[in-house]
């Protein structure tokens, strides 16, 4: 199946810094990467929908300006956490599909933590 | 719109023993179902997925599920489980249509295996 590889797998960072995750499709082209995060022992929650080349579409509720979403090749989106506070502190999970696919590809994920 | 409902929060079963995960979902037309399973600290691997024909799914790991149109249910099975098999256990629903896929999860079953 289809590679999608997520970095860095673990992050801690100081409250009130910025950090960037990177998602990469490795064998396919994805126009379209989706970000989710995930709650201690809850369920995945989608974030936003990333799109090459355009802007990002986020969910009722997520700050498009908190967390911001690059997605400039076809290849490769990130997530920036800016102004990280702990409450930011979760687990982030990014997924794609090649374009004619019948299942969703995560990634690994990341941990993040914010102090 | 669509939802999926995992009522069981966790399930403790012993080493060896069969195992049914159940999952109901709420969509007006019969959608993709998937399952995934989440190691601790990992991204989400696909055990199996439904489309259509047969109602009896094989995946990996010697998990099955059975799709009942009737029950609007798709519960995963294991004859025998292995202490291996402790992990959280995603069901997923996706719209058919064309497109990427997006899917929308349960809450999780977490499954605790005793030797």
């Known amino acids: 199946g289809a590679v999608v590889s997520q970095h860095p797998s673990r992050v801690i960072c100081k409250s009130g810094t910025s950090v960037k995750i990177e998602c990469r499709s490795l064998?396919?082209?994805?126009?379209?990467m989706f970000w989710y995060r995930q709650f201690p022992k809850k369920s995945l929650m989608l974030m936003a929908t990333?799109?090459?080349?355009?802007?990002?579409?986020?969910e009722q509720g997520v700050e498009k300006d908190k967390f911001l979403i690059n997605h400039a090749s076809l290849t490769l989106s990130t997530l920036t956490v800016t102004s990280a506070h702990p409450e930011d502190s979760s687990f982030y999970i990014c997924?794609?599909?090649?374009?004619?696919?019948?299942?969703?590809?995560f990634g690994q994920g990341t941990r993040l933590t914010v102090v | 719109a669509q939802s999926v409902t995992q009522p069981d929060i966790h399930i403790t079963v012993s080493e060896g023993a069969s195992l049914e995960l159940r999952c109901n979902y709420s969509y007006g037309a019969t959608p993709y179902l998937f399952w995934y399973v989440q190691s601790p600290g990992q991204g989400l691997q696909l055990l199996l997925k439904y489309f259509s024909g047969d109602t009896l799914v094989q995946g990996i790991k010697g998990f099955e599920a059975e799709f009942k149109r009737s029950q609007s249910s798709f519960n995963l099975r294991k004859p025998s489980v292995h202490w291996s098999d402790a992990a959280e256990y995603f069901c997923?629903?996706?719209?058919?249509?064309?497109?990427?896929?997006?899917?929308?999860f349960g809450r999780g079953t977490s499954l605790i295996v005793h030797p």
């Open positions: 990333s799109n090459e080349g355009s802007k990002a579409t986020y």
């Open positions: 997923a629903v996706a719209p058919i249509s064309g497109g990427s896929y997006i899917p929308t």
């Open positions: 997924s794609a599909s090649p374009l004619i696919a019948t299942e969703a590809f």
């Open positions: 064998d396919f082209q994805a126009t379209t």
